[in-house]
């Protein structure tokens, strides 16, 4: 199988600063990175996504950066906003979906 | 709307009592997994399905079983409940394709109490 390692597994910032959530994998063979988001009593949403032929994605606010030769992608969040507020697990693909442990994001206003 | 269904969204049940969680998806996925998660919190795989009349073991030991005997639905079955069931059990499924990996969708859950 795959070892997801995700940290950190809390982090909180001020409004407005960069939030960034890192994930190591160990199977070079993995080729899907999908980052999820679960609000408190919520499921967990896909926020963003990249694959193994992509080195960077951005999608307003948050970024995703993949480095296949170290093996580990993180998740950039910037200008928090407290509706970021939020668990995020990060994920990679082999053959099926497997999770980091989560990092609870808390953005203060 | 296309979404994925779970029903009961709560229950509160005693030992030893058999129950069925119920997961539909109405997007033609094939791909159907079942996690146990207790709140915000690592998200433990039970069980998965590639289609009708497969099913997998995950990676957390479980006492449930499961059945895939129409695309669209995937029961989870706890034969005799204990206290030690308790948790957050949320259902996922996505396109099976060899060369595109597609992403999970979740089910709103269903919060299971066993007294």
């Known amino acids: 199988g795959e070892n997801v390692e995700q940290h950190p597994s809390t982090l909180s910032v001020q409004e407005g600063d960069s939030a960034v959530i890192k994930c190591t994998y160990s199977d070079s063979a993995s080729n899907y990175f999908p980052w999820y988001k679960q609000e408190l009593g919520k499921r967990p949403q896909l926020i963003i996504d990249i694959r193994s032929n992509v080195g960077e994605k951005k999608d307003q606010r948050i970024a995703v950066t993949l480095n296949k030769t170290a093996k580990h992608f993180s998740l950039h969040i910037t200008e928090t906003q407290p509706e970021d507020s939020a668990v995020y697990f990060c994920a990679v693909s082999l053959g099926r979906l497997y999770f980091g442990r989560g990092t609870q994001l808390t953005v203060w206003p | 709307e296309a979404d994925i269904y779970q029903t009961p969204r709560y229950l509160v049940i005693g030992t030893g009592k058999k129950i069925t969680l119920e997961c539909s998806q109405t997007?033609?996925?094939?791909?159907m997994y079942w996690y146990q998660q207790d709140p915000g919190m690592e998200l433990h795989l039970i069980h998965y399905s590639y289609g009708v009349n497969s099913t997998e073991k995950g990676d957390l030991s479980s006492e449930s079983t499961v059945s895939r005997i129409r695309t669209e639905h995937f029961p989870l079955t706890l034969e005799s409940a204990r206290p030690s069931h308790t948790s957050q059990y949320l259902c996922?499924?996505?396109?099976?394709?060899?060369?595109?990996?597609?992403?999970?969708?979740f089910g709103n859950g269903t919060r299971l109490t066993v007294t």
């Open positions: 997007m033609g996925h094939d791909k």
């Open positions: 996922a499924s996505s396109f099976l394709s060899v060369s595109y990996n597609s992403p999970l969708h």
